[in-house]
């Protein structure tokens, strides 16, 4: 980075060299600074991303193993009648309608799973559980939806990465 910043000129005089073997000398320091910083960004997305595949890793395996515990299933609420008459319900947890009602951007404070669930639910059912009318609930599935999208593309490009790293030697 030193021999980036010295005035090419000032450079030039004490390598003995012409300016422009100078220049392209601190074009290459450059771009192999710029290399080495994404390479750093790539090794802490994939770090990122293995400690995120453990805690799934664990999570799941939690909740496969047998309960010692009494387990909190999901409540099911009631939400008045469906247009046939039978009780209309959801199966969204107390957390996630909370979680809905009161914050301001509640899709990017719900996990991936808890996002498909609230993009299964049926509007007039998840509009009925918040309070609110079918267009604000419409509004915030579309938003879901757009996030769950988001966190599926970052995925993707993890796993591009990851197969990208895997074909390239190391660099010496």
Do not use: F
Not at 31 to 55: I, M, P
Request: proline share 5%; charged share 30%.
């Amino acid at each position: 980075q030193v021999l980036i910043d010295v005035p090419r000129s000032d450079l030039a005089e004490e390598l003995a060299q012409s300016e422009p073997k100078t220049r392209v000398l601190q074009d290459t320091l450059q771009q192999v600074l710029d290399r080495r910083e994404e390479e750093r960004q790539s090794r802490q997305l994939l770090e990122l991303y293995l400690e995120a595949l453990k805690t799934e890793d664990s999570v799941l395996s939690k909740a496969a193993e047998p309960q010692a515990a009494p387990r909190k299933e999901m409540d099911v609420v009631d939400t008045g009648t469906s247009s046939t008459g039978t009780p209309a319900k959801t199966a969204l947890s107390d957390q996630i309608l909370t979680a809905l009602r009161e914050k301001p951007a509640p899709e990017l404070c719900l996990d991936s799973q808890d996002l498909e669930l609230v993009l299964k639910e049926d509007t007039a059912a998840l509009a009925s559980a918040l309070g609110w009318d079918k267009q604000k609930a419409g509004a915030l599935q579309a938003a879901c939806d757009q996030e769950l999208s988001k966190r599926l593309q970052q995925v993707q490009t993890l796993h591009s990465l990851r197969s990208t790293s895997k074909g390239k030697k190391t660099l010496p």
